[in-house]
């Protein structure tokens, strides 16, 4: 099945010619798309220097810094354009193991409307992280699941593989959300058109090189459209 994988990136130079050259390693028939936000570390010159030695590697170049959920869209946009089967989102970073890839693509291949990398099932770990940032994702992640009624242990994982179907039936074009709230409503859509999703264990490692993107604010609005999700779909339908 033809696979386009989106990685936004914006000041990824230190990560992106080793992301990319792993990627090709395991999976070579894959394209990949490099979404990134005009990085003034010269990430997107980078991506197509690289590109001429393992091929097969396009940069999207947006004017500036528009966020993780907008540079999926216009990722998925153009791989659904292009008549992709299978699309992959994942980190720029190194977070995301590129050899866990085989299985997601296998279980999206396989009839998974989404497959997704999970910390919190038997075989996924998180290695690096703190105690109380591990009981903070692991609080977030039950909590969405409790208020939404989804049977998800990572709706916030950002490894990922969708179906072309899949994104076409959840009209992913209106999600506005980004960061947490993005990843959570994505998989709240799979699951209310009816798609089947299916979790394959990772272990997420913190980035060594670079900054991290999130912020407190990405945390909260994500809560804050939980929240508000849960009310309209639960509470305000049961009403009427």
Same mark, same amino acid.
Request: hydrophobic letters at 45%.
């Given at each position: ?35 990134? !936000?005009?990085?003034?570390? %010269?990430? +997107? ?6 590109? *001429?030695?393992?091929? =097969?590697? @396009? ?14 869209? !216009?990722?998925?946009?153009? %791989?659904? +354009? ?6 992959? *989102?994942?980190?720029? =970073?190194? @977070? ?145």
């Amino acid at each position: 099945m033809r696979t386009l994988i989106v990685l936004p990136t914006f000041n990824e130079a230190d990560n992106i010619v080793e992301v990319l050259q792993k990627l090709r390693a395991v999976v070579p028939e894959a394209s990949v798309m490099v979404v990134d !936000d005009s990085s003034p570390d %010269g990430t +997107a010159d980078l991506v197509e220097k690289v590109a *001429e030695e393992i091929g =097969d590697v @396009s940069v999207m170049r947006r004017p500036a810094k528009s966020g993780l959920g907008s540079a999926y869209r !216009d990722g998925f946009r153009s %791989g659904l +354009a292009a008549g992709y089967d299978l699309m992959v *989102e994942m980190d720029s =970073d190194l @977070s995301h193991d590129p050899a866990a890839l085989p299985s997601l693509l296998a279980a999206a291949a396989d009839g998974a409307a989404l497959a997704l990398g999970s910390r919190y099932i038997p075989g996924g770990s998180i290695p690096d992280w703190s105690w109380h940032r591990r009981a903070l994702s692991r609080w977030g992640n039950r909590y969405a699941a409790a208020v939404l009624g989804i049977d998800v242990n990572d709706a916030t994982s950002g490894y990922r593989a969708y179906r072309a179907e899949a994104l076409a039936e959840i009209d992913f074009h209106t999600v506005q959300a980004d960061g947490y709230g993005f990843q959570v409503e994505m998989a709240y859509r799979v699951i209310t058109s009816g798609g089947r999703i299916v979790e394959i264990p990772i272990s997420f490692t913190d980035r060594v090189r670079g900054e991290s993107k999130m912020s407190s604010r990405i945390v909260v609005e994500a809560l804050v459209l939980v929240t508000w999700w849960a009310i309209r779909d639960r509470i305000l339908r049961i009403r009427r």
